[in-house]
């Protein structure tokens, strides 16, 4: 079966720090670039990075709300997908998706608090 | 980054009636390829989102055909045929012809 199963949701504080995994299976994990999309309490879905393949070199790209405090990084080997998460502030309260946004590919999320 | 404007914000719609979701770039969704990289997700309440609808007017696998898209440049809409209680939820527009992808903010479509 064609999946994506994302973990590591928790509650953490403002400043802190939090790791995401997403486990991939039934395609070809490494032929894919692999998004992270975000969607806070009531509200709509905001893109927040990718990584691109390693013929690629990779390459991440990410938005302008969570450069240089997120980094993505993955595993082909182990067909996964990571979104570390550093100086969280409130406003990163969501529940994180990992998807192919090239395919039709979405995780079930998982949930991240922010909260003192 | 592109701005997606959506409307209306709220879909009251019979069921068994039609029902339209229009969405507006801020710019052309024309990649350099030649295509037009305009999709539509439905978010049913409590799940996760799913694609309907890509490069405008493909709709994916398992899709109903009382789903349908159209348009072209900066204009597009989302047409349901006949609606049915099982599509209740937000529907998005999303484009990745330019970094970074952006989103509409969202049409909830409800039983009237």
């Known amino acids: 079966e064609v999946q994506l199963v994302e973990s590591g949701g928790d509650l953490a504080q403002p400043g802190g720090s939090l790791r995401l995994s997403c486990g991939a299976s039934?395609?070809?994990?490494?032929?894919?670039?692999m998004d992270w999309v975000r969607q806070a309490p009531g509200k709509g879905l905001e893109w927040v990075g990718h990584?691109?393949?390693?013929?690629?070199?990779?390459?991440?790209q990410y938005a302008a709300s969570v450069r240089g405090r997120f980094t993505i990084s993955r595993d082909d080997l182990k067909n996964s997908v990571y979104l570390q998460m550093n100086s969280l502030k409130i406003e990163d309260a969501a529940v994180y998706y990992c998807?192919?946004?090239?395919?039709?590919?979405w995780g079930q999320g998982t949930l991240v608090r922010v909260s003192p | 980054d592109v701005v997606m404007t959506q409307s209306p914000v709220s879909l009251p719609v019979i069921l068994g009636q039609p029902a339209s979701i229009s969405c507006r770039s801020s710019q052309s969704l024309i990649y350099s390829d030649g295509n037009t990289y305009l999709s539509w997700f439905q978010q049913r309440p409590g799940q996760s989102p799913r694609r309907l609808i890509s490069k405008v007017s493909s709709r994916d696998s398992g899709v109903p055909d009382r789903f349908s898209g159209s348009g072209s440049g900066t204009d597009f809409t989302l047409k349901i045929g006949r609606v049915e209680a099982e599509d209740v939820g937000v529907y998005y527009c999303?484009?990745?012809?330019?970094?970074?992808?952006?989103f509409g903010q969202g049409t909830k479509l409800e039983i009237e």
């Open positions: 998807a192919d946004l090239g395919t039709a590919l």
């Open positions: 999303m484009q990745f012809a330019h970094w970074p992808p952006t």
């Open positions: 990584i691109k393949k390693k013929s690629e070199g990779y390459a991440t």
């Open positions: 039934g395609f070809i994990f490494s032929d894919h670039w």
